[in-house]
């Protein structure tokens, strides 16, 4: 299991990656670019929004010819796009690439999830899931600072350099390293009307949505944070480049710590319970931030601090819902895994360009959005999920 874990989160780490490793260039690439705030931002939007739609696409393939294929294909546009963006001499051309870019990104985070449905469910499922994204935590830990150091010693467009070999590098690991897990009896041939049947077994389980849009809200607030982070760090609170990197990584550090009691948890407690308890966690830390930060109260500390605990229950929550929303839909589970990542992606999409005639570049639009997010995960986990049941355990 930890080689799994350690191929399948080398791979989805680059989805992250070109993300993580870009925050601290973006105020330098809007100077350079001559671009507005809110023009800079809709860099990160068109990449979640291409980021989610193309899952649409990779899950549905991946059903019919396995799971190799489609990573090839996606990373490979990864590359293209990374070059792209390298050598962008506008934002509008930057907005193209990213857009790309985020196209071929879209493959590395919703096959790697199949995979794990191929191998797992229940709880060993989210064993295997907590481990991916601890390696995926390399991203929010290391990215920004090598981001900040290449902005030192270079200038913005090395950023998509190191990019474009991290995606000729993963072609290699997938190429090489990692083996196909769908068998040609399991593959499903995929055409309009198994699609939308799909689809519409999908869209009316209420528990699959139930879940999706619980975890997806959760993502929301956190690519909200993404969006806004580095303009709050180094604008209001006057952190350099470098700074701001470590104080990201403070916030990371909580969820992806986190993330790893979430299997364990779910064994003691019943994964329903934990999700339920998190997302009451995830609500309180935001809502109390918000109104901490409305009295003049919000600190750098503070913000860092109540940023970390809130995350901290997200690394409980995503991985606990990713792993149930698959649960009942292994003969779909392409197809579950790109629907349900898009519909992610796109709330995450959907929020940062909601939120964003609305900040100014201080700390309280950024942390009343990531509230909104957690109350509506909350208000959907007491509609969605079963009351609790008694815990058995074992003598």
């Known amino acids: 299991m930890l080689r799994t874990a350690a191929i399948l989160g080398l791979l989805a780490a680059i989805g992250p990656f070109a993300v993580d490793m870009y925050l601290p260039a973006i105020p330098v690439i809007g100077e350079d670019l001559g671009a507005s705030i809110p023009a800079t931002q809709m860099t990160l939007t068109v990449y979640f929004l291409a980021f989610g739609i193309a ?84 991203s929010p830990m290391l990215a920004p600072l090598s981001g900040s150091g290449l902005i030192l010693i270079a200038d913005w467009r090395a950023i998509f350099w190191v990019l474009f070999i991290a995606g000729a590098a993963s072609l290699l690991i997938t190429g090489f390293l990692q083996p196909e897990t769908l068998a040609k009896e399991a593959r499903i041939p995929v055409n309009i009307r198994t699609l939308m049947r799909g689809c519409r077994v999908l869209l009316t389980d209420r528990m699959f949505m139930g879940l999706t849009f619980i975890g997806g809200f959760g993502m929301a607030s956190f690519f909200v944070f993404i969006a806004s982070a580095s303009f709050v760090y180094t604008g209001e609170f006057g952190l350099t480049p470098t700074e701001f990197s470590l104080a990201f990584a403070v916030n990371a550090i909580g969820f992806f710590a986190a993330s790893q009691f979430a299997a364990p948890l779910g064994e003691r407690f019943g994964l ?46 995503i991985p606990a819902t990713m792993v149930m929303a698959l649960d009942h839909h292994g003969d779909i589970a392409g197809l579950a895994s790109s629907l349900g990542g898009t519909l992610q992606m796109v709330a995450g999409g959907v929020m940062i360009t909601a939120v964003g005639p609305f900040f100014d570049g201080t700390t309280l639009p950024m942390v009343t959005a990531i509230a ?21 355990h074992r003598a």
Not at 104 to 132: C, E, H, K, Y
Not at 373 to 391: D, E, F
């Open 55 to 138: 899952q649409l696409f990779y899950g549905p393939y991946s059903d019919q010819v396995g799971r190799k294929k489609p990573l090839y294909l996606g990373l490979v546009v990864f590359v293209v796009g990374s070059i792209g963006c390298a050598l962008a001499p506008s934002i509008g051309w930057l907005l193209l690439f990213r857009f790309i870019q985020g196209i071929g990104g879209a493959s590395v985070m919703v096959v790697p999830r199949a995979v794990i449905r191929d191998m797992f469910t229940g709880t060993q499922a989210t064993r295997l899931m907590a481990m991916v994204m601890l390696v995926i935590s390399i």
């Open 272 to 317: 329903t319970r934990v999700v339920a308890s998190a997302v009451i966690g995830f609500a309180f830390f935001s809502v109390l931030l918000v109104i901490l930060t409305l009295f003049g109260m919000g600190t750098l500390p503070m913000t860092i601090t109540f940023l970390f605990l809130a995350n901290a229950c997200l690394g409980l929550v």
């Open 372 to 392: 909104l997010c957690a109350a509506i995960a909350l208000l959907l986990a007491s509609r969605v999920l079963p009351g609790p049941k008694p815990v058995r």
